[in-house]
């Protein structure tokens, strides 16, 4: 029966000191970690020709095509044991996203002039097509997971 009362006592005292060290200034031991990078580039291909007579013609035709990609990642984690708090915790935030693109321009046109031969006729036409078209998601991470000594079960 002594022994049962000493357990008793024991664990009272430890349960009293642990929440009795909560406004005294809790401390931490564990480790973290930050993570930060961003992976992307754009790529452009341009072709096209322009051909010119002098005053008197031209003609062109240009197409311009261009490539944007990223991936973005800002993560940091920390788990450890806040003594002052008699728990075990990880903590996860962060953010994850990707982002792609592309820009596609083309241009065609032709034009003459006839004043210069002794033609009175002047046309020109010039024609641009744009399209661009882009996706990007971005997803945040927000976790915390702590386990306390005294309670059954994982507290999210």
Known sequence: MERIRALL????????????????????????????????????????????????AFGLAGLDVSVTWGADYNLAAMAGYPYGYGGLGAVTQGDLGYNLGVTVDAVQGAGFDGSAWGIPQAEQGITRTHFEQGIAENAQINDLEVAYPFSPMLVA
């Open 9 to 56: 006592i024991a664990a009272s005292l430890i349960i009293c000191l642990s929440l009795a060290s909560v406004p005294c200034g809790a401390q931490f031991l564990g480790a973290g970690i930050a993570l930060n990078k961003h992976l992307g580039d754009t790529i452009n291909f341009d072709f096209g020709k322009n051909i010119g007579v002098g005053n008197s």
